[in-house]
T-cell receptor
Framework: GENVEQHPSTLSVQEGDSAVIKCTYSDSASNYFPWYKQELGKRPQLIIDIRSNVGEKKDQRIAVTLNKTAKHFSLHITETQPEDSAVYFCAAIEADSWGKLQFGAGTQVVVTP | NAGVTQTPKFQVLKTGQSMTLQCAQDMNHNSMYWYRQDPGMGLRLIYYSASEGTTDKGEVPNGYNVSRLNKREFSLRLESAAPSQTSVYFC????????????FGPGTRLTVL
């Protein structure tokens, strides 16, 4: 099955700086890579996703890049704000599965004013 | 649209007791999932249902059973609760295997004493 590793486990950034979270996956046939944000005590919510036929995708201050050859993908948050403080999870879909996602362990992002 | 709803929000059980966690979605989604979330371990799939009438084991199915009651509802049962099942449980749904975005419910925080 798919295995997803996520680094770092915690990330502290100054407001206005950029944050980068990296994930690696094991199944070269995986073709869908979402990122979820989970605020304290809340449900995970999708913030951006990318498919394997695309190398980069942006949505305002967040972007995701995918390197299929190296089997890794990254989340970039620019101009961080206090409301970006949360736990972020990457995931990869298991190839040939009925939509099963394998999640990384999560990154706690703290944005300090 | 309520999206994905879960009941109860909180539950405390004694070892050996049984209970059923309820999940419903009103988005006409075909696929539904049950996850557990433990500190530092991300979201782990317990069971999933690709479509009405089918269920399959995920990564951590031991100690749990599920029922896909109809297209809207997917319940998770703990027959004999153990302290190791203390966790936050999330239900999620997606349109189908080709439209992979998963929408999560608010979660159930379960403590087993």
């Amino acid at each position: 099955g798919e295995n997803v590793e996520q680094h770092p486990s915690t990330l502290s950034v100054q407001e206005g700086d950029s944050a980068v979270i990296k994930c690696t996956y094991s199944d070269s046939a995986s073709n869908y890579f979402p990122w979820y944000k989970q605020e304290l005590g809340k449900r995970p919510q999708l913030i951006i996703d990318i498919r394997s036929n695309v190398g980069e995708k942006k949505d305002q201050r967040i972007a995701v890049t995918l390197n299929k050859t190296a089997k890794h993908f990254s989340l970039h948050i620019t101009e961080t704000q206090p409301e970006d403080s949360a736990v972020y999870f990457c995931a990869a879909i298991e190839a040939d599965s009925w939509g099963k996602l394998q999640f990384g362990a999560g990154t706690q992002v703290v944005v300090t004013p | 649209n309520a999206g994905v709803t879960q009941t109860p929000k909180f539950q405390v059980l004694k070892t050996g007791q049984s209970m059923t966690l309820q999940c419903a979605q009103d988005m006409n989604h075909n696929s539904m999932y049950w996850y557990r979330q433990d500190p530092g371990m991300g979201l782990r799939l317990i069971y999933y249902s690709a479509s009405e009438g089918t269920t399959d084991k995920g990564e951590v199915p031991n100690g749990y059973n599920v029922s896909r009651l109809n297209k809207r509802e997917f319940s998770l049962r703990l027959e004999s609760a153990a302290p190791s099942q203390t966790s936050v449980y999330f239900c999620a749904s997606s349109v189908n295997r080709r439209h992979n975005e998963q929408f999560f419910g608010p979660g159930t925080r379960l403590t087993v004493l």
